[in-house]
T-cell receptor, first 117, second 113 residues
């Protein structure tokens, strides 16, 4: 079974609009971390935002926010006021503290976001 | 700038060549990682080093040989590779404890002919 599921292979958004990228995860750990990374066509994986499983408030970093719904095991990324430079692949990842991944990151397959002018 | 550098950025090699990929982190971290990213596949963890000691070898073929001489440098030695090894190789580093966010380098695009 997949630990991280990103159901949207590709998404389009109009410039200046908000967009939500979906991510669901599967773990039996109580302590875990959730991450989002951006990968432009250049290849570098850029860290965007982190949410800990015990954090009661949703994480925010500038135009990025993480909609964390623990009971539903979802950690969707919301990008507000999209810019052309936001066009990239976006990866959701999880780090379990005690699970089979032994503390390492598990990545989803990614969502390709295209921002239209 | 992420503080993690990788060289070379692009590499073309024949199946009989020997080459090395280099990664350097300037973040004071104590863990380093090698990942492989092939087309249309999730990122695959290859090796993990904590405090210069290898703690994970994710069933990687022996034609890939990692080396971590200190906590700031990580190498991936390549020999007798196969065309299916063509991929983007990403290095990352993190600080063990706390969030353990991994910061990535720009990657090396490898083509094996």
């Amino acid at each position: 079974a997949q630990k991280i599921t990103q159901t949207q292979p590709g998404m389009f958004v109009q410039e200046k609009e908000a967009v939500t990228l979906d991510c669901t995860y599967d773990t039996s750990d109580q302590s875990y971390g959730l991450f989002w990374y951006k990968q432009p066509s250049s290849g570098e994986m850029i860290f965007l935002i982190y949410q800990g499983s015990y954090d009661e408030q949703n994480a925010t970093e500038g135009r990025y926010s993480l909609n964390f719904q623990k009971a539903r095991k979802s950690a969707n990324l919301v990008i507000s006021a999209s810019q052309l430079g936001d066009s990239a692949m976006y990866f959701c990842a999880m780090r379990e503290s005690y699970g089979g991944s032994q503390g390492n990151l598990i990545f989803g397959k990614g969502t390709k976001l295209s921002v239209k002018p | 700038e992420t503080g993690v550098t990788q060289t070379p950025r692009h590499l073309v090699m024949g199946m009989t060549n020997k080459k090395s990929l280099k990664c350097e982190q300037h973040l004071g971290h104590n863990a380093m990682y090698w990942y492989k990213q092939s087309a249309k596949k999730p990122l695959e963890l290859m090796f993990v080093y904590n405090f210069k000691e290898q703690t994970e070898n994710n069933s990687v073929p022996s034609r890939f040989s990692p080396e971590c001489p200190n906590s700031s440098h990580l190498f991936l030695h390549l020999h007798t590779l196969q065309p299916e090894d063509s991929a983007l190789y990403l290095c990352a580093s993190s600080q063990v404890g706390g969030e353990e966010t991994q910061y990535f380098g720009p990657g090396t695009r490898l083509l094996v002919l």
